[in-house]
């Protein structure tokens, strides 16, 4: 059984006080949590755990010890009810935690500024993310200093166990963990030194994902799908993203008429705020003629986010958006079940099948600019997805006797 109690620690100072400190002792170890006083011998009830009458502003002092205990306590039966750690070390920890500022406190305030910064489609992926973490604690918090390299691997066995995702969502929530542990360090919660990602430690690699885009004979049969009105719809947006170089669904669907001047396109991605412009095909014009219309509510060429009052407002739009696309990828099943095709197709998959078409076809250096990729490298690893022609070349060399 643990003991808690209110004590002045035998470490004078040079003005002969002494701190008071709150003074755990589990198993005969012992772990101190200072309340940032320092009293006289003379000025200090042991028995009572109490500061003396005598001493100025004895109530309230008395009354933050008794706060302080009362917490202490708290979390200590928090511990024992949770089958949680309850070393003097862990209590204290703990208790320093609720002062200090726990993980989940910060992973609080690290949504809340992805919400400010209108960055939705992030925070609806990462909060489900933090919660799973929450989930694997049994509900409790945790200070910082106690996510260690085996408790994270314990929380990656754990996922594994209880859910059916791939290696690359474990990731997933391995980066948010340490995006928020990095913000307790800037904000001076713990010491680098209890760090649990790097060399050593958790190492955080993404494994490869497989990319794979429907060819051009699969493009000609949505093209030639016979339909209904609402799924020619989703089928339109999906070919006006493949057609625009595999422009983003959500890039899409923010579109002006004012973003087209002379048969070309100009606009900012949504992504990375690249900037371009590029030539709209006939086909691609063919499909902006099925939505002029008088007076379009925002300018906006294509009427799913014409619902929204406001769209100047990020995180209306972004959330209108999420729903937009999941509405549009059920209607496109329709189209792809009508086109016989049996690969998995969504409308981010028209981005894809663009890679895939161009394949070796196209110099790497324009199609970073058809992707508004910041950097060559990532167009090179994300079109190494659709370019086999090598791989197969030497494939049938070998077996092809």
Excluded at 61 to 74: G, P, Q, R, T, V
Excluded at 187 to 211: C, M, Q, T
Excluded at 315 to 329: A, G, H, P, S
Excluded at 353 to 376: E, V
Aim: charged letters at 25%; a positive charge.
């Amino acid at each position: 059984m643990a003991s808690v109690k209110a004590v002045l620690r035998m470490n004078q100072k040079a003005d002969g006080t002494y701190p008071l400190v709150i003074r755990i002792t589990k198993d005969r170890k012992t772990s101190f949590i200072a309340l940032g006083h320092h009293l006289q011998l003379s000025e200090w009830d042991e028995k009572n755990q109490r500061v003396k009458k005598s001493y100025p502003n004895s109530a309230r002092l008395n009354n933050m010890i008794a706060k302080k205990l009362s917490e202490a306590n708290d979390k200590l039966i928090e511990l024992e009810t949770n089958n949680t750690d309850t070393s003097s070390r862990s209590i204290s920890n703990a208790f320093k935690a609720t002062k200090e500022g726990t993980f989940f406190k910060q992973a609080a305030l690290y949504l809340k500024k992805l919400e400010n910064d209108g960055k939705f489609n992030q925070g609806s992926a990462d909060a489900p993310r933090i919660e799973r973490f929450r989930e694997f604690l049994k509900g409790s918090d945790i200070n910082f200093s106690e996510i260690t390299v085996p408790l994270l691997k314990n929380f990656q066995s754990y996922l594994r166990g209880t859910r059916t995702i791939t290696e690359r969502t474990i990731v997933n929530h391995l980066v948010v963990i340490r995006t928020i542990y990095n913000q307790g360090i800037q904000a001076n919660l713990v010491d680098r030194k209890h760090y649990p990602f790097g060399k050593g430690k958790i190492k955080i690699k993404f494994p490869e994902s497989l990319k794979i885009g429907l060819n051009a004979d699969d493009i000609k049969a949505i093209e030639n799908a016979e339909i209904g009105e609402l799924p020619n719809h989703a089928r339109n947006l999906w070919l006006f993203s493949f057609y625009l170089a595999g422009m983003r669904i959500s890039d899409v669907l923010r579109l002006k008429w004012s973003d087209f001047q002379n048969d070309r396109l100009y606009y900012s991605m949504g992504k990375n705020q690249k900037t371009g412009s590029l030539k709209v095909p006939e086909k691609a014009l063919a499909i902006l003629e099925q939505y002029r219309r008088p007076n379009p509510k925002h300018d906006l060429v294509f009427p799913d986010l014409e619902s929204v009052p406001d769209l100047n407002k990020p995180l209306v739009v972004q959330r209108r958006i999420k729903t937009r696309i999941k509405q549009n990828n059920a209607q496109l099943q329709e189209v792809i079940k009508e086109a016989k095709i049996t690969k998995t197709v969504t409308m981010h998959i028209s981005r894809h099948s663009f890679g895939n078409i161009s394949g070796s076809k196209i110099p790497i250096q324009m199609l970073q600019k058809f992707y508004r990729h910041s950097s060559i490298t990532t167009t090179i690893g994300y079109q190494a997805n659709f370019i086999h022609e090598n791989e197969d070349a030497a494939l049938d060399a070998i077996v092809g006797f």
